[in-house]
Each structure stands twice: as C-alpha cells, then as structure tokens.
C-alpha cells in the first residue's frame, strides 16, 4: 500500500472546469480509461513535458497546439502511451483533438492530447469515437476524482489534491490531480499533472511560476531514474475569480500564490514516491554543504539512484558505505571526504569523514527500520543544498515491470 499517503482529500471545484471521464477499452484495467477536461474562455495555460527526446505523439501535438490557439479542452488516456508510434501516432493525436472538438463545438487546435501507459503499440482511436461523447455527458465541475483514477495505470490510488486562500479578499482555489507510479524520475515535469486555479494570472508570470515550481516540486523525484515519453505538467488560470490580475513577478499576491501553488505541487510530487512501484519506503535526502546546488543535486540523485543504496533500504540494512561509495563517484569537480559527514533518520554514522564514535550497528538498524528515512549528507565545503524524495527498490518493483505487459 502506499507509504503514509491518505485517501484524496475533497478535491474542490473550480470555476471554469469541468471534468468528464469514460471507459473507451484502451487500458487492460476494467476503469474508466479517458479523462476530458473544459475550461472556459479565456482561461489562461501553461504546460512543461518531457526533454526525453524520443517524446510522444501527444506531447508534439501538445506543443504546438499551445503554439498555436488559446487552450479550451484537454483530453487525456490511460493504458496506451502513444510513443514510438511513428506518423501513425500524430496522426492518432490529431484525430482525438478533432474528435473532442467536433463535441465540445471548439476548433481542434485548442484541444490538448495527453497519453499514459504502454509504448510502442498503436492508439486506438475507435476507443475515443465511443466514448468521448459519454465524456462530454459526464462533465461537472466536481469530477476531479473521477478524472484522477481515470489517469491511473499502475498506481495503486488517485493521487490530487486542493487548498483555498484569501488574495486581496477573495477566495482563490487550486486543485491538482497528477498520476504516475513508475518510469519516475521527471525532466521538466511529472508523468502526468493537470492543475487548475481561478486566480486571474498573466500568460508570462503562470510560464514562469510553473516552471519554477515544477523544478522544486517534480523535479525533485526519482523512483528509478526513468524520464518518460510522455511526462506533461499543466497549470491552468480560469481567470473567474475577483482578484487583481497577477501579472507582475514582483507584485506581492504573486508571492502569496507561488507560495500555495509550491506548497501543493511539492505535496503532489511526493505522492508519486509514497505510490511508487513495489515502494515500501519514503525516502528523503537531503544534501548540504556542496559548492553549489548543482553539485548538491547531482550528489542527491546519484544516492538515490543507486540500485544497492536503493535494496539496503528495502532490506532496512544499515549498509551505510553504499551511500559513501555513491557520494564519492558523483559526477561533480571535487569532494572532499574528510568533511563529509552522513545522519540517517538522525542517527550519526560519520562525522568529518570519520565513523562518528556514538554509532553502532544497533543503532543503524532501527534508523533504517521505519516506512519513512531521512538521509542527510553535509559536505562541509559550502552553502549549496538539494532535497531528492525517492523510494526503496523491492521485490515487487521488478514483478511489477517484469509482467507490466502481461
């Protein structure tokens, strides 16, 4: 089950979306399988994918309708990624949008097309033919949940979330929902994130807010070191609520909605790794004390990354040398081992690059032992910091993928 993460919390409406979902057999799993989300004239969209270069369909078409028109519907499958799929695949993207469109009576470039699941295989369009008109029939401003499990394929929950704040003395909502369980480690974005507020947000500062967010938030995950074909974030400004436009970075309600908005997509990017395949740990490392952050990042991911600090973790060993050895063969200019020092869950276990003389292996195994470990890594050489959430590596990760086409 997932590691410390709790049924959806009501997930609010907000005003100038609506959210409709149907099962069009494109996935193995007897669920509804298609999500089809409206937003409302004038609704402002910013969206970040994947640097993977051999990217999807969707993601092309994604691309360059954003390019091209304003954003009034997103249409997203489960079950079939639409990647590797050649022209037939753009081809099948296209066609989707038209399909949406001809039923919400919006132009085709003002649909966004977004596909999860197997790479490789061909999407079946008659599957949308179907079932986006049971989408459309559907749509209510309170689906949000159904959309979420709608996105799903080897998550074990829906995974979203909301808050509502005060601006200026109105009521400003967000509400996310994101999906993804494996292939996780993002390159721009999350395996699939779809974000929505009725804030009234400029064009410029919702680009730049989700970028930056996004680099704090889903840039910070790895469950095994994956960049999908297919990951896409997008954030949404319906503009329908009575607050002053935000559309200078510097203007203070821009702080106050990057600090909410930060909050929740930080929230939404661990329940990835509290979901992740075959997890049985949540596993945060935290590095300080590096030249500078990239330094701190690279040493961050490379610890994560590590198939034996990852299966020390699921076997609660407190095998801690892995942890130096991927420290020490990190991809950055310079260590210096005798300043590092290294606490798991609080525990010292090496101080300035010495075995600290409080440790012992007692002591290491009930610091590895709970469902949620703390890794931190001081490098004593500067000011430069990263925090990487991430997952232990079991028995069930490799079943899971092993069989993920059966």
């Known amino acids: ?129 179907q079932s986006l008109p049971r989408c459309i029939e559907s749509m209510s401003n309170d689906n949000w949940l159904a959309a979420a499990r709608a996105i799903m394929t080897t998550d074990l929950v829906p995974k979203g979330l909301s808050r509502r704040f005060e601006l200026d003395g109105a009521t400003v909502t967000l509400t996310g929902i994101v999906k993804g369980s494996g292939m996780i480690r993002p390159d721009m974005a999350t395996m699939l994130g779809f974000v929505a507020t009725d804030a009234v947000v400029g064009q410029a500062v919702l680009d730049q807010m989700l970028r930056q967010s996004v680099e704090t938030s889903f840039n910070r995950v790895t469950v095994d070191g994956d960049t999908s074909t297919n990951d896409a974030c997008v954030l949404m400004a319906t503009g329908r609520t009575e607050t002053p436009i935000i559309d200078d970075p510097d203007d203070p309600h821009c702080a106050v909605f990057s600090s909410v908005l930060n909050e929740l997509m930080s929230r939404l990017a661990q329940s990835l790794i509290r979901d992740g395949e075959g997890a049985t740990k949540f596993v945060t490392i935290d590095v300080t004390g590096a030249d500078n952050e990239r330094n701190a990042g690279e040493i961050a991911f490379t610890v994560a990354h590590s198939p034996l600090v990852k299966t020390a973790l699921y076997a609660s060993d407190p095998n801690w040398g892995r942890i130096l050895a991927a420290v020490g063969r990190a991809r950055v200019a310079q260590v210096d081992t005798n300043q590092v020092s290294l606490t798991i869950n609080g525990t010292r276990v090496l101080e300035n690059g010495e075995p600290s003389p409080t440790y012992t292996e007692q002591a290491g195994q009930e610091a590895m032992a709970p469902a949620e470990i703390r890794i931190r890594i001081n490098l004593g050489s500067g000011t430069g910091k990263f925090t990487v959430w991430t997952s232990d590596l079991s028995y069930d990760y490799v079943r899971i993928n092993a069989e993920y086409r059966s």
């Open 1 to 129: 089950m997932p590691i410390g993460l709790p049924a959806v919390p009501e997930l609010m409406p907000v005003s100038g979306i609506e959210l409709g979902s149907a099962n069009g057999n494109i996935s193995k799993a007897e669920k509804d399988d298609i999500a089809l989300i409206r937003c409302a004239p004038g609704t402002i969209t910013s969206a970040v994918f994947t640097r993977n270069r051999f990217c999807a369909a969707p993601v092309t078409v994604a691309r360059e309708h954003l390019r091209r028109a304003s954003t009034q519907a997103l249409v997203v499958n489960s079950g079939n990624a639409n990647a590797g799929t050649g022209k037939a695949g753009i081809l099948a993207a296209e066609t989707i949008c038209e399909l949406a469109a001809a039923g919400l009576g919006i132009p085709a470039d003002s649909v966004l097309p977004f596909s999860t699941g197997v790479i490789g295989e061909q999407l079946p369009v008659a599957g949308f033919e």
